[in-house]
Structures are given as structure tokens and as C-alpha cells.
């Protein structure tokens, strides 16, 4: 389970870190509007609560040996639902940087997989 801490620590990191690229990309676009920075913040955060979420889940599964949680993909479902949402409907907040977030773990973590990173059983 430490592992799993320290994924979703280096998750929140590299989300802060892609946040900040796409922000300062979108000012090439859209100048100092707030609306895409905000649905950065509101997708990271509804993201990093996905993650957390799912690490609660895997938890249970691990010492509960309880293998079915849909109360927690249920919840999951709500948040993805509820930022997708507030960035569709509000003038506040842009849709495309609500939605980012969400991508962010397959890239992090893909990235992660591929940097040559070998896990061995051997205790470092």
C-alpha cells in the first residue's frame, strides 16, 4: 500500500506540473483569461479525488477482500460527472480544461511504466 502512496504523491506532483505547461500554453491562445486555468484546477481536483477513490478501493480488495465496490465507482462516476458538467454549463469555467485532468493519469502513469523502472522484490 505505501506504493500506492507514493503513485498518487507523484500523481499530484506531475498533475501541479502538466497544469502549470497547459496553462502557460493557453495563454499563447487565450491571454489571462481565467475560465481554462480554473477548469484546470477543478479537473485536477476531481481527478486526484478519482484516485484517491480508487486507491480506497483497492485497499478494501487487498486486506477486506472485498471485490466488489460500487458504492466508490458510483461516487467515481458522480465526480467525473459533476466536473464534465460544471465545465459544460458554466461561463466560468472551460470544458477542455476540466476534461484534461482526467487524461493526466494514463500519460503519468504510462510514462511511468515506460521509463525503464524495473520493480524488483529486492528492497532498495
Known amino acids: ?67 466488489k465496490d460500487i458504492t466508490g465507482y458510483l461516487i467515481r462516476c458522480l465526480i467525473a460527472s459533476a466536473v464534465i458538467a460544471a465545465g459544460l454549463l458554466s461561463e466560468h469555467v472551460s470544458a477542455a480544461g476540466a476534461v484534461l485532468p482526467f487524461l493526466y493519469p494514463k500519460l503519468i502513469f504510462g510514462i511511468l511504466s515506460f521509463s525503464g523502472k524495473k520493480k524488483s522484490g529486492k528492497p532498495e
Open 1 to 67: 500500500m505505501e506504493d500506492l502512496h507514493k503513485e498518487l504523491r507523484f500523481a499530484a506532483i506531475c498533475t501541479v506540473v502538466l497544469d502549470v505547461l497547459l496553462w502557460l500554453g493557453s495563454l499563447l491562445f487565450t491571454g489571462l483569461e481565467m475560465a481554462f486555468p480554473l477548469g484546470l484546477v477543478l479537473g485536477s481536483a476531481g481527478m486526484l479525488a478519482n484516485l484517491l477513490l480508487l486507491r480506497r478501493s483497492i485497499r478494501n480488495a487487498v486486506y477486506h477482500g472485498k471485490t
